[in-house]
């Protein structure tokens, strides 16, 4: 069974720094690309950052470029996103998400994604 589970979210100060994690299970994460998505009450889920199954690869959103490094390690079956000089508009639940069909970063949209995690609350906020 394909599963997804991320882990890491929380309250933290703007300026601050949180490091998502995604783990897998019931599939060889290595196979395939991975994206972290994002969202805000009120607002659309955005995919915020993809790697390649290689981890050649990353695509991140203008807003977050600079700021947020998406990472894995096939051999934990794990993927990251380490999330620096946090800002309140990112405030939103991060889910992990896979189409298990390429080792390259699908389009953007929510559509290209068959398998998503529950989603970890990332709260930025004095």
């Known amino acids: 069974q394909v599963q997804l589970v991320e882990s890491g979210g929380g309250l933290v100060q703007p300026g601050g720094s949180l490091r998502l994690s995604c783990a897998a299970s019931?599939?060889?994460?290595?196979?395939?690309?991975i994206a972290w998505f994002r969202q805000a009450p009120g607002k659309e889920r955005e995919r915020v950052a993809c790697?390649?199954?290689?981890?050649?690869?990353?695509y991140y959103v203008d807003s977050v470029k600079g700021r947020f490094t998406m990472s894995r390690d096939n051999a934990k079956n794990t993927v990251y996103l380490q999330m620096s000089s946090l800002k309140p508009e990112d405030t939103a639940v991060y889910y992990c998400?896979?189409?298990?069909?390429?080792?390259?970063?699908?389009?953007?949209?929510?559509?290209?994604?068959?398998?998503w995690g529950q989603g970890t609350q990332v709260t930025v906020s004095s």
């Open positions: 790697i390649s199954s290689s981890g050649g690869i990353t």
């Open positions: 019931g599939f060889t994460l290595d196979n395939y690309a």
């Open positions: 998400a896979t189409d298990l069909r390429s080792g390259w970063c699908r389009p953007p949209q929510r559509s290209q994604y068959a398998y």
